[in-house]
């Protein structure tokens, strides 16, 4: 079974940093691909980025490109997001979601399995 809890959201100023970290209670997290996603208010849920299962191959959005890092940690059943040079635009609830399989996509109807989210909060 798996379930997923994240942590490290929080009110951060633009340019700042937050790690997120998503636990997996389960014991199947080193056999599944992993991703992040985000929903601001009045937005849908988007596509942040994902990594395989064994954390070789990674995709962003362009949106994060270049200032988000996704990673994992088999041996903790534990996946990561370090933000660095938060804008306001990157605002959010974050939710970390588990895929089916070992394959990492970017549709949110590829994971069927979520945590519950952390809010992000970027102030100018």
């Known amino acids: 079974q798996v379930q997923l809890v994240e942590s490290g959201g929080g009110l951060v100023q633009a340019g700042g940093s937050l790690r997120l970290s998503c636990a997996d209670s389960g014991r199947t997290f080193d056999n599944r691909a992993m991703g992040w996603f985000r929903q601001a208010p009045g937005k849908e849920r988007e596509f942040v980025a994902n990594?395989?299962?064994?954390?070789?191959?990674?995709y962003y959005a362009e949106s994060v490109k270049g200032r988000f890092t996704i990673f994992r940690d088999n041996a903790k059943n534990t996946l990561y997001l370090q933000m660095n040079n938060l804008i306001p635009e990157d605002t959010a609830a974050y939710y970390c979601a588990a895929a089916r399989g070992a394959i990492a996509r970017t549709a949110a109807t590829m994971y069927p399995y979520w945590g519950q989210g952390t809010q992000v909060t970027v102030s100018l």
């Open positions: 990594i395989g299962w064994s954390g070789d191959t990674t």
